[in-house]
Nanobody, 116 residues
Framework: QVQLVESGGGLVQPGGSLRLSCAASGSIFGIAFVGWSRQAPGKQRELVAG???????NFANAVEGRFTISRNNAKNTVYLQMNSLKPEDTADYYC??????????WGQGTTVTVSS
């Protein structure tokens, strides 16, 4: 079983920054992809950033140029650096790991609130 624990959410003013962390533990049989998705109240969950096993990254148009995704393989941790935050970035953020067998795991989420 794989456990994912997100952290780093909180309240930040517009224009501010936060860094989210996703720490993976357990029986991880290769990591094919790790993504960060978010879900705002009343909206569907959407993928905002992802990183593949070979380091390729992709971002949703809404966060391109403001968010970056990186990983520390030694710590089994993936980070989402969020800059120039906007009120519309307010959401619960979830980490998703897909392993080499295409099994998908989700964390419990961390809440980001962007407000003055």
């Amino acid at each position: 079983q794989v456990q994912l624990v997100e952290s780093g959410g909180g309240l930040v003013q517009p224009g501010g920054s936060l860094r989210l962390s996703c720490a993976a533990s357990g029986s991880i049989f290769g990591i094919a992809f790790v993504g960060w998705s978010r879900q705002a109240p009343g909206k569907q969950r959407e993928l905002v950033a992802g990183i593949t096993s070979d380091g390729a990254t992709n971002f949703a148009n809404a966060v391109e140029g403001r968010f970056t995704i990186s990983r520390n393989n030694a710590k089994n941790t993936v980070y989402l650096q969020m800059n120039s935050l906007k009120p519309e970035d307010t959401a619960d953020y979830y980490c998703n790991l897909i392993d080499a067998y295409s099994r998908s795991y989700w964390g419990q989420g961390t809440t980001v609130t962007v407000s003055s």
